[in-house]
């Protein structure tokens, strides 16, 4: 009794458990590794706000951020407002355009590759995103297909489709379609 009690005491006695730390060897503990997840999350969370919080900024980073946000807007609300400006007074509007004509063509190449690095970025992500998720669709063509062949393949409507082959019981029942045990057996009740 005493050997037993002295491994006992070894393996799990002196505020230690051999066992536990052994095993954290080869397996992290789940509760530790939760609480170390716990707090990366935390710390990442208060670098992210204290990174993006308006105190930290400087006026001049708040006006760069605000100037930033402008340009989709500001040119899709000024091609509608384009559009406005051409039914509500033609004249002016016809007076502009001229003006516009008279831009050289090299500063219109320059106005189209600052229009399309500034949206190309923007654009060209989605689609890579789209082209990513049409690719994944494709892959997963060929098994929808055998998918579709095989679910076609149990709709049948020829004669002898539910044939029971070479079970006896199931073909004599088959010939008995009248015949319900759990109704029987309803009614065997009722009259009993």
């Known amino acids: 009794m005493g050997l037993i009690s002295e491994v006992l005491t ?8 051999v066992v536990r730390e052994t095993t954290e060897v080869f397996r992290q503990n789940a509760e530790n590794a939760a ?4 707090t990366l999350q935390q710390q990442a969370m208060l670098q992210f706000g204290t990174e ?13 951020d605000g100037l930033n946000r402008l340009p989709r807007p500001a040119l899709a609300l000024g ?9 509500v007074d033609p004249l002016w509007f016809a007076a502009r355009m001229q003006g516009i004509a008279l831009v050289p063509e090299p500063l219109w190449w320059l106005l189209g590759v600052i ?15 789209l082209q990513r998720e049409l ?11 055998e998918n579709i062949r095989l679910i076609e393949g ?21 010939l008995r379609p009248d015949m319900n045990r759990a109704l029987e057996d309803w009614r065997h009740q009722r009259s009993g």
């Open 35 to 38: 609480v170390r997840d716990l």
């Open 115 to 129: 229009v399309s690095f500034y949206f190309g970025a923007r654009h060209q992500a989605k689609a890579q995103d």
């Open 52 to 64: 993006f919080s308006a105190a930290n900024k400087s006026r001049y980073d708040r006006v760069l």
């Open 10 to 17: 070894f393996l799990f006695g002196g505020g230690r458990n």
């Open 135 to 145: 690719s994944a669709a494709v892959q997963r063509v060929p098994q929808v297909v």
């Open 79 to 87: 091609t509608l407002g384009l559009f406005v400006a051409a039914m």
């Open 154 to 174: 149990l709709r049948t409507e020829a004669i002898g489709s539910a044939d029971p082959g070479t079970d006896a019981e199931l073909a004599e029942n088959a």
